[in-house]
């Protein structure tokens, strides 16, 4: 029997690819970027399966270029690069990798929470310039963390780890959540309460947004938002870039309408909105939430999983659009 053709749009840590390897013909794209979208639909042609990364748009023009595709697997667990809708109509499975890289991302909040707090970024950068005269008591006044207020915007697997970990600070913990629906481990555990966008805004002095992107959710931050919150308050966003209006957020930072913000996502990735790399109250950094060798692995493991089920004709772990299997 012919082994099925499986294209990884990137080269993934090995373990999803040892576990393919076993039977299926695999073929990694030899670059280390993404592809051109020629160079994508070109792949793709002849393949069964693909494991592809956020980079890819996986759409209409996608489907009609992999003739023989039998499924997609995301190598992530935000899924706004896939048109589900299209995939569904097409009857074409197509995945996710939720639950591997929880405990990553909400550790990254955390790391960028204090970062801007406690002015970790700017400061290494004074140390480093030789430019530091030695202790002084009214230098580098960064923001308490113990005991203030934690709003989290999107109570799901990542915003109730995130919100977790906050207990060794005692913090007041408040949540929005799409679904309008009390989120029992944040209620049982901390005491949360669930808020509307308003009254986080108003009352939070730490703001982590974890919702997916989606058209409700693009912009949700932007001027009028930054208005609402308080000045001392500090944002950060381990979710979507687009969720912020980055321009709306540079000019928020630059006039001190909030205090910082700490970034791992960007509305225009790769690039950087202009002022924001000015910005001493901003610490940013590449889209690293899920970079630990565990969650990586673990992702890797689970792509190729759902992808193997999927060419078995079985539905996947975590499937996007089990409808089709009903
Ligand atoms: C990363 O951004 C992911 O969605 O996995
Ligand atoms: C600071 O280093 C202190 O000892 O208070």
């Not at 499924?71 to 935000?78: D, M």
């Not at 944040?186 to 808020?195: G, I, S, T, Y």
């Not at 791992?264 to 950087?272: G, I, N, R, T």
Request: aromatic share 6%; with cysteine; glycine share 8%.
């Amino acid at each position: 029997m012919r082994k099925p053709k499986v294209f990884i749009t990137r080269l993934i840590p090995r373990e999803g690819i040892d576990l393919l390897k076993e039977t299926c013909e695999v073929e990694i794209n030899p670059q280390d970027r993404p592809l051109h979208r020629e160079e994508l639909l070109a792949q793709v042609a002849d393949k069964d399966g693909v494991i592809g990364m956020l980079s890819d748009r996986i759409d209409a023009e996608f489907f009609d270029a992999a003739k023989a595709l039998r499924g997609y697997a995301n190598f992530a667990v935000g899924f706004d690069n896939i048109d589900v809708a299209e995939a569904t109509r097409r009857n074409m499975p197509v995945s996710n990798t939720p639950g591997v890289l929880t405990q990553a991302t909400a550790e990254l909040a955390w790391a960028l929470l204090f970062a801007v707090a406690r002015r970790i970024v700017e400061t290494d950068r004074i140390m480093r310039s030789g430019a530091w005269p030695g202790l002084g008591p009214l230098q580098f006044i960064g923001a308490d963390v113990s005991g203030k207020t934690l709003g989290i915007v999107g109570g799901g697997r990542i915003g109730t780890a995130m919100a977790l970990m906050s207990k060794g600070f005692q913090m007041r913990v408040l949540y929005t959540n799409t679904s309008g629906k009390e989120n029992q481990t944040l209620q049982a555990e901390l005491r949360a309460r669930l808020v509307s966008l308003d009254e986080l805004l108003a009352e939070s002095d730490f703001i982590s947004i974890h919702t997916p992107l989606t058209p409700a959710t693009r912009h949700l931050f932007k001027a009028e938002t930054f208005a609402r919150m308080k000045p001392a308050a500090i944002l950060i966003n381990t979710a979507r870039g687009p969720i912020i209006k980055e321009d709306d957020l540079v000019a928020a930072l630059g006039s001190r309408t909030i205090a910082g913000a700490g970034l791992d996502v960007y509305e225009f990735e790769p690039q950087m909105t202009a002022g924001l790399a000015d910005l001493n109250n901003a610490v940013v950094v590449p889209h690293i939430g899920s970079a630990t060798s565990s969650s990586r692995a673990g992702m890797s493991l689970l792509a190729a999983r759902n992808l193997l089920a999927m060419l078995q004709g079985e539905k996947p772990e975590s499937c996007l659009n089990p409808e089709i299997y009903a």
